[in-house]
């Protein structure tokens, strides 16, 4: 199984979650199975003894994912913070990624944070090596708001200096109340980066599907 696409952003709680879950239902809609996965995930619950990551859940929802939670999501923190000295390992996040993509058509695979945000401080390691170690493509999710353009740029530029392909950038509404920016963001994103633009999500509305297109038209 080598199709897949990794999903992160140029910040954490931009709405990496959503677009995932979008794409999952709709590949699912047409008939493939879908494997989801997010390797690692801080501000997890406790319910009964067992650390519940809700993003992980949603996803495996949205993908009629029946696997796992120790596969679609092996490394679970109760803190809210970056995780602690004894980093999550490679090694296992790739086997458990490599068991899920055996039982699917398609995997998504959620980053953790912000493309840049270690989850190791040996080396720093970030979701950059997580999406080179199980060989995927990136898709880059950007809060539409004051300094989104460089945050947007910088983040293309770190995933492309570390060697990987950027299928698309996404800018999401993640605030109920815009910046004066947030009109024109997208239309300045467009002219400033060759990677391409493929639109704009209004606040706690459905993914459109001038967005979800081109991604499965990427993995069909």
């Known amino acids: 199984m080598r199709r897949g696409l990794f999903i992160t952003g140029t910040d954490a709680s931009v709405g990496k979650t959503l677009i995932a879950c979008a794409l999952a239902f709709a590949a699912h809609s047409r008939g493939m199975r879908v494997g989801v996965m997010k390797p690692i995930a801080t501000g997890c619950r406790e319910v009964e003894g067992v650390l519940e990551c809700d993003d992980a859940r949603g996803l495996a929802y949205a993908a009629a994912c029946d696997l796992p939670m120790e596969l679609l999501c092996p490394y679970r923190y109760v803190s809210s913070q970056a995780p602690p000295a004894a980093p999550p390992d490679l090694l296992e996040i790739v086997d458990a990624y490599r068991r899920i993509a055996a039982a699917s058509d398609f995997a998504i695979v959620e980053g953790f944070g912000a493309i840049a945000t270690p989850f190791s401080l040996e080396g720093p390691k970030d979701s950059t090596d997580l999406a080179r170690t199980l060989n995927l493509d990136v898709v880059i999710v950007a809060a539409n708001r004051a300094g989104c353009l460089n945050a947007s740029r910088l983040a293309i530029e770190h995933a492309q200096n570390r060697g990987l392909g950027v299928v698309g950038i996404i800018l999401n509404d993640a605030d109920a109340v815009l910046s004066p920016s947030a009109e024109s963001n997208l239309e300045s994103l467009r002219r ?29």
Do not use: N, W, Y
Request: proline letters at 14%; aromatic letters at 4%; glycine letters at 4%.
């Open 192 to 220: 400033m980066t060759a990677v391409p633009v493929l639109g704009r999500v209004r606040f706690k509305q459905p993914v459109p599907r001038d967005i979800i297109d081109p991604l499965l038209s990427h993995i069909e």
